[in-house]
């Protein structure tokens, strides 16, 4: 037994409204869950406008402010399908900061990738810390 406590909120106490508590969580995972049939862009707005309810134009700015921030601006209307993995990796790191996260969760977040792509999406992590970003990294 034990408890997992996030933000002061019991993660084991059937009272909590998980919903709430992951809103303030990112996560990246080891193959990127992209929606194919989305841009980019589409993909890092959806959660802050259908979650959030921010108005698109608004979230639209978030998402390029982001996308320049982990280096790819100008993939913005590109389809999952043409980006590399690493690529891939930056834009879901992306998606998951699009909802102001406290905590960013990293699940094997570059075990699927080529060697030379791994430094790419280390960089964006390095500098999350370097901001004081909480994180958990499983690797």
Not at 19 to 29: E, K, P, S, T, Y
């Amino acid at each position: 037994g034990g408890h997992v406590v996030v933000n002061g909120f019991d993660l084991t106490d059937p009272k909590v409204d998980l919903n709430a508590v992951r809103q303030n969580i990112g996560m990246v995972f080891q193959h990127f869950n992209l929606f194919p049939h989305m841009t980019v862009i589409d993909n890092i707005m959806l959660a802050p406008v259908e979650l959030k309810k921010s108005d698109k134009a608004g979230a639209r700015t978030q998402a390029l402010a982001l996308l320049k921030r982990v280096g790819l601006a100008e993939k913005a209307d590109a389809r999952p399908a043409s980006l590399s993995g690493g690529q891939k990796q930056r834009v879901a790191i992306a998606r998951a900061l699009a909802m102001n996260p406290g905590i960013m969760l990293f699940d094997e977040a570059t075990s699927a990738l080529d060697p030379e792509m791994v430094g790419e999406v280390l960089q964006v992590i390095k500098d999350l810390a370097a901001e004081g970003m909480t994180m958990v990294v499983v690797t």
